[in-house]
């Protein structure tokens, strides 16, 4: 009995000096998952461009310029400014929004904003530095600078390229700058 009480002790004695094995995650992200995910990020890019250069193409009296950030816009008409907005001016403006077939999806609206101190969608905010007062710009924004995958849980759909139109009023310069 003693000797079985001591084999007992001992196996128990070996066993729990084991190092602890590691738990590794179930699931675990493949990289085939990422590379799908970015292949069809690309082919939407693709098909947003081939829509939107099919709008510029029918405005062909229009000159459009492209951006660095990834869209287009042209000049309807150019304020007499000679300020381009900085960080924390106000700008008073008006813009309407249409899809990529010209037809109205929010009527024209007056709104402000604080450079680089409100959030609005990134098109939006990067476009408005591109003006002065008084300019009056068609943007053409790919989905990705606009409402993106998302939309904007109303009038504009997932993935939507969008048409906006804005006019820039008014510069409230920030006494800082």
Not at 25 to 41: A, G, Q
Not at 101 to 116: G, P, R, T
Not at 141 to 157: C, E, H, L, R, T
Request: hydrophobic fraction near 35%; charged fraction near 25%.
């Amino acid at each position: 009995m003693k000797s079985s009480f001591l084999f007992v002790m001992t196996v128990l004695l070996v066993v729990s000096c084991q190092k602890p094995k590691p738990r590794f995650p179930v699931v675990r992200k493949s990289v085939s998952e990422v590379e799908t995910s970015i292949e069809l990020n690309n082919k939407l890019k693709t098909a947003e461009e081939l829509i939107l250069k099919k709008v510029i193409k029918k405005d062909s009296l229009s000159t459009y310029y492209a951006s660095k950030y990834g869209f287009w816009y042209k000049y309807d008409s150019k304020g007499n400014g000679n300020y381009f907005p900085k960080k924390g001016d106000e700008l008073l403006y008006t813009f309407s929004v249409y899809n990529v077939n010209d037809k109205l999806i929010y009527k024209e609206k007056e709104a402000h904003y604080w450079v680089d101190k409100q959030d609005i969608i990134d098109g939006l905010e990067i476009g408005l530095k591109l003006m002065k007062q008084g300019d009056e710009i068609t943007f053409l924004f790919p989905s990705n600078v606009a409402y993106g995958y998302s939309g904007d849980q109303n009038k504009i759909a997932v993935n939507q390229p969008l048409i906006f139109k804005v006019k820039l009023n008014q510069i409230n310069k920030n006494e800082s700058n």
